[in-house]
Structures are given as structure tokens and as C-alpha cells.
């Protein structure tokens, strides 16, 4: 029977790190508080309220889901505590940066390029949600894999955070997790005796899910309603998730779209450059031939 490994934040990196190489997801037990996440609810809420029952169907999103995107704009505590959180930045760092020497002539010369944020989106389901099919979420970036039994350096272009706005169980469609499965190639994936192979990544309210872009996991099915809504509420499983990327890749949200530069304006610099307002070396992400940070200056 595979786990999802958990861990507080007292550990050391190197302890995140091989979590992740290892199994490909690890839950952190105290990435953030309980008044952090009503915070978050609360900013989401309107945007959740606005929307008819009519879900996303685009993805692995199948009509049930309501989702909220712009989630950077839509909510502070989302961009500042969650996104910006200081482990999944550095585990971003360690998973997703690209320092690559070339040559110019006979000079080395090296490059770096910093992770992208690639999308920040609330899953809300309700009661009645089927389960989605086990998936990759690198899928959208045509991500190709060969099957290994030892992590290396570079082979993820994605790394997600899931921070839940509730408790998370089996019952209300906790995330389903292959533990694992990130070192796996691309043919049809053999999940086995399910029951052995794929966990409930369930979380308490506080806690935090990182997945590599490679794990096969799916939403689970919200079997079961809780009757835990505050009366005049309704019942749902939210979870915040946001997706970092290398930096040489195509963001899922058109940042620059997305967050109107006066906003951005006002970010912590930490977003604002995973947003992509920083060039990527050697000649990526430019304006007039200049990374683009010059422009929030003025
Ligand atoms: O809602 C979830 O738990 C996961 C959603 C997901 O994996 C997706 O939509 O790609
Ligand atoms: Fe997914």
C-alpha cells in the first residue's frame, strides 16, 4: 500500500526534495493556519457565488467543477501567502530553474532561467461529482517520459501546490494520487490492484499538497455530502491549486492578460517575476530587447 509522505515544514529542504524525487508528491502539515484559508474563502467566495451550477469542461474538468481563475488577481491570500510561500518557491527553484551553459565561440557562457507561474485556479465540486480519470497534468505541455527507477535532475517542467479551503476525505472527493507513477514512461499506464496503488491525498484545513507535473492523480468522486455547510451555504470541496513551469515553457493563463500591469504594480517581486514580468536568459521574455521588470518601475 503506497502513502503520500508528510512532513512539516521543520524539515529540512533536502527532506521535501527527496520526498518529491522519491514518491512524487509529499503533503506539508503546517504549510499555513485556519485563518489564512477563511481569508482565501472569503476573498473567493463572490467569484465561486457569481457562477451558475454550469462547471468547466475543458481538461479533465467534466461540467461538475466550478472553478475561479485569476486567482493572483482574485485573491492576496492565494498570491502572497500561498503562491509566494517561501518552501514551495524554493522546491520551484530546485525542480524548475534551468541553468544551462552554451558556448560563443571558444566562451561558456550560462543562462538561468527562474520557474513561471503557469496557472492559479480554485476546483470547487460539489456533491455528486464523479471522479475524473487518473491523469498527468504536463500533459499541456506535451510532456514526453521514460520509464526509470531513479529521479533525475530536470525531468519535471511542472510542480503544483494544492492548498485545501476545507478538510479533504475520501468522501468529498479528496485528490487521488498515484504515489510514484512519476517514474513512469508514456505507454497506458498500468495503475494494478487500485486499491494498493492509489491513495486519497486527504488533508486537513492548514495543510499543503506538491505534486510533481508528471504524477498520474485525478479529483476524486464526492460521494458522499457531508451536511458539514454553514447554514444558507453550499456544500463544496475547494481546493487552490496553483502550477509552476520552467521558464522556457508556455504559461496555461495568459499572465499578461490575465493581471493588468497596474496590478501587478502592486504585487511582492516574487510574483511579479514568476508572472513573468523577468526575462529569461539568455534572450526570452523581452520588451525593446529588455526584461520587462523596467516597466513596473514607471
Ligand atoms: O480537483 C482536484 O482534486 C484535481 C483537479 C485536477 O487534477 C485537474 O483538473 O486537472
Ligand atoms: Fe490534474
Known amino acids: 500500500m503506497v502513502t503520500v509522505p508528510r512532513l512539516s515544514r521543520a524539515q529540512p529542504l533536502t527532506g521535501f526534495t527527496e520526498a518529491l524525487e522519491k514518491h512524487g508528491c509529499v ?5 499555513t ?13 463572490p467569484w465561486l457565488d457569481g457562477q451558475g451550477n454550469e462547471g468547466a469542461k ?20 492565494v498570491r502572497e501567502q500561498f503562491f509566494a510561500d517561501s518552501l514551495y518557491q524554493s522546491l520551484c527553484e530546485q525542480f524548475l530553474t534551468l541553468e544551462t551553459t552554451t558556448w560563443y565561440g571558444d566562451e561558456a557562457r550560462v543562462g538561468r532561467s527562474d520557474p513561471l507561474l503557469s496557472i492559479a ?19 499541456n505541455h506535451h510532456a514526453r517520459h521514460t520509464a526509470t527507477d531513479r ?36 505507454e497506458k499506464p498500468d495503475f494494478g490492484d487500485q486499491a494498493q496503488t492509489v491513495v486519497d491525498a486527504e488533508m486537513k484545513v492548514g495543510e499543503a499538497f506538491i505534486m510533481l507535473g508528471s504524477l498520474y492523480h485525478g479529483g476524486g468522486e464526492y460521494s458522499k455530502p457531508l451536511g458539514n455547510a454553514a447554514a444558507g ?27 493588468p500591469i497596474e496590478e501587478v504594480k502592486t504585487y511582492s517581486k516574487v510574483v511579479q517575476d514568476r508572472l513573468g514580468w523577468k526575462q529569461s536568459e539568455p534572450n526570452l521574455g523581452w520588451v525593446d530587447l529588455k526584461s520587462p521588470e523596467f516597466m513596473l518601475s514607471t
Open 27 to 31: 503533503i506539508i502539515t503546517d504549510f
Open 33 to 45: 493556519d485556519a485563518e489564512t484559508v477563511a481569508r482565501a474563502n472569503q476573498e473567493v467566495k
Open 58 to 77: 475543458v481538461g479533465a474538468l467534466s461540467g461538475n467543477t466550478q472553478t475561479v481563475t485569476r486567482l493572483i488577481s482574485r485573491s492576496p491570500t
Open 121 to 139: 485556479i480554485t476546483f470547487a465540486i460539489p456533491p455528486g461529482t464523479p471522479a475524473q480519470g487518473l491523469h498527468r497534468d504536463d500533459k
Open 151 to 186: 529521479y533525475s535532475k530536470g525531468r519535471d517542467m511542472l510542480l503544483g501546490l494544492f492548498v485545501p479551503g476545507c478538510d479533504t476525505c475520501e468522501a468529498n472527493g479528496a485528490t487521488r494520487v498515484v504515489p510514484g507513477s512519476h517514474l513512469w514512461g508514456d
Open 233 to 259: 451555504e453550499i456544500e463544496r470541496r475547494i481546493v487552490y491549486a496553483m502550477f509552476s513551469c520552467s521558464g522556457v515553457h508556455r504559461q496555461e493563463e495568459v499572465s499578461f492578460l490575465s493581471y
